[in-house]
């Protein structure tokens, strides 16, 4: 059976209590960031992704003013089905849309392969965050 996975692009009010839901399960409960982290008062500021999988949310993203995307997260029994390549080309589509050269995001280590597959470079050194080593990665939209 085919799954219908769709993606939708609004604000923090219309995709907010849904993607809350997302990442409280994934970067919260699954990887221990502490709320107050997590929730950092941008959110208002954002275009949001939101991935749902025959109508169910699964994964949620979020494109800073800055163009810095943010907050990737695919629930865990979703993952491996592409629904985070979908909000990614979601998020850098709209970036693009919104005139930005390029956009840039701060990966989990674990996550660079994923990244790198999209076409994104990294760049300075590892750093930690939420108890969690990350890398600064860049994707330019001009040759």
Request: with cysteine; net charge negative.
């Amino acid at each position: 059976m085919t799954q219908v996975l769709e993606v939708h692009e609004g604000d923090w009010e219309t995709l907010g209590p849904e993607a809350t839901e997302i990442r409280h399960a994934v970067f919260i409960e699954e990887q221990h960031v502490p709320q107050a982290e997590e929730w950092d008062g941008r959110d208002r500021d954002c275009i949001h992704f939101l991935a749902r999988l025959d109508g169910r949310p699964v994964g949620t993203a979020r494109l800073l003013p800055d163009a810095h995307i943010g907050r990737v997260a695919v629930l865990a029994e979703a993952r491996g089905l592409g629904i985070g390549v979908a909000l990614m080309r979601a998020a850098i589509e709209a970036a693009r849309r919104d005139g930005h050269p390029a956009v840039e995001l701060a990966a989990q280590t674990h996550a660079l392969p994923f990244y790198e597959r999209l076409g994104f470079r990294t760049f300075g050194e590892a750093f930690m965050d939420a108890g969690i080593p990350h890398r600064n990665m860049h994707l330019s939209f001009t040759p």
